[in-house]
């Protein structure tokens, strides 16, 4: 059976965490093996489970387990090997020794190895369903974008050893003065790249989707908006939101009446900017859950008679269509506005920037001999047009909103 991911995120106080952990308790009352874990530093499972959780998996419920990640520990033993070449590195080039370690931290690295312990637990096949409480909105959308960009570093440090051979690595150390990295280093280097890989084979896949957690306010919907535009350039699936703390309309009094009136407008907003994924509403409750019982009655009253485990459909983030004449790349980007998109074109990538987010995307062989002709917005899609042809030339950078641009946005 494969193991079903669900990743939650939100603003911070939108009650992410609270969602996350109701999801598992209901899954595991399902029948379902479920683990819930936190990638987020400040873990606070424990205090919504109000059990003891510790790094490993820690059963608090029948079929229900809980980890906090010890990402410090996956760090050290992923990161170490490299860690001491670049210090050797920088202490060669006469940098102090305390600054040599500060550089040689890898920003959002231990994060991203976190998602290390994800992905072993959804090849051990030992789950059914595995619930990860992210970080809020920020932090969540650099951490899911890492194992990608990553792996992008890491390619260019294979294509240069492939160009340093071996047997001249001693030469150029000593015309350098700088030790060229040994075969254990790139072999660490190696494995880290093929973890990143299946970590982003893991994230993208079809049996996994994040889940989008917010309060029915203009501000904290428009950051989930922006939220969902980001994930879909990442190729993520987005497969429902959860609309946390609605005030319920019966039996409100005048006070309560004014905040029902104007959560609606929000509502219906959400609704409309969200079509056509499930929206499920978790109403505003008189006390905080805590504890399985009371996160399990959160969750049976957010989803009522929905199946939030269910594999979501894919939109078809990327795809290419050839209609005999040219290639056309299309990308979803709901919610995407041309102002805040660039293209550019570079060798046999094409690099695409939203706001201050950018995904470099490979092009297959066909594309990458092909010229750019044209690019627009339509429905929610990025759609770049190719011409085939031996000539084609890079596509220098610039934006969409550009003097070329038409008024569907196209150039």
């Not at 029902?260 to 499920?280: H, K, Y």
């Not at 010229?371 to 890079?394: E, I, K, Y």
Request: aromatic share 6%; net charge negative.
């Amino acid at each position: 059976m494969t193991t079903r991911v669900l990743l939650y995120t939100g603003k911070g106080g939108v009650g992410k965490t609270t969602s996350a952990a109701g999801t598992g308790t209901l899954a595991a009352l399902r029948g379902h093996r479920t683990l819930v874990m936190s990638a987020d530093a400040a873990h606070s499972l424990a205090d919504t489970f109000d059990s003891p959780v510790g790094a490993e998996p820690t059963e608090i419920d029948d079929r229900l387990f809980v980890q906090q990640i010890d990402a410090q520990r996956r760090f050290e033993r992923s990161w170490g090997g490299i860690k001491g070449y670049l210090r050797t590195v920088l202490g060669t080039a006469g940098v102090d020794p305390i600054e040599a370690e500060e550089l040689t931290v890898l920003p959002g690295a231990e994060e991203v190895l976190a998602l290390l312990e994800l992905r072993d637990h959804v090849r051990s096949g030992s789950w059914d369903v595995i619930v990860v409480d992210c970080a809020p909105t920020a932090e969540t959308l650099r951490l899911l974008a890492l194992p990608e960009a990553l792996n992008w570093y890491l390619d260019r440090i294979f294509a240069a050893e492939n160009r340093v051979v071996r047997s001249i690595r001693p030469v150029l150390a000593r015309a350098t003065g700088i030790p060229m990295p040994d075969d254990d280093v790139l072999s660490a280097a190696r494995r880290l790249y093929d973890d990143l890989a299946e970590v982003r084979s893991v994230l993208a896949g079809p049996a996994t989707s994040v889940r989008l957690v917010l309060t029915p306010e203009a501000v904290v919907v428009a950051e989930a908006r922006r939220t969902l535009t980001t994930l879909s350039l990442y190729g993520y699936t987005v497969d429902g939101v959860v609309a946390n703390r609605v005030f319920p309309e019966a039996g409100a009094d005048s006070w309560r009446r004014q905040w029902v009136a104007a959560q609606r407008t929000v509502l219906d907003d959400i609704e409309i900017s969200f079509r056509p994924l499930p929206i499920w509403q978790s109403p505003y409750r008189a006390c905080e859950p805590v504890g399985p019982a009371e996160l399990a009655a959160f969750a049976v009253q957010t989803y009522t008679d929905a199946d939030p485990f269910v594999p979501a459909r894919g939109d078809g983030s990327l795809a290419i269509e050839h209609d005999g004449t040219t290639y056309t790349l299309s990308l979803s980007l709901p919610h995407a506005s041309i102002s805040d998109l660039e293209l550019a074109r570079h060798g046999d990538e094409l690099i695409v920037t939203v706001g201050s987010y950018r995904r470099v995307l490979p092009l297959p062989a066909a594309l990458a001999r092909s010229t750019v002709c044209g690019a627009r917005l339509d429905g929610g899609r990025l759609l770049v047009r190719f011409t085939p042809g031996p000539d084609s030339m890079p596509l220098a950078r610039r934006d969409l909103a550009g003097p070329a641009r038409t008024s569907e946005g196209s150039r």
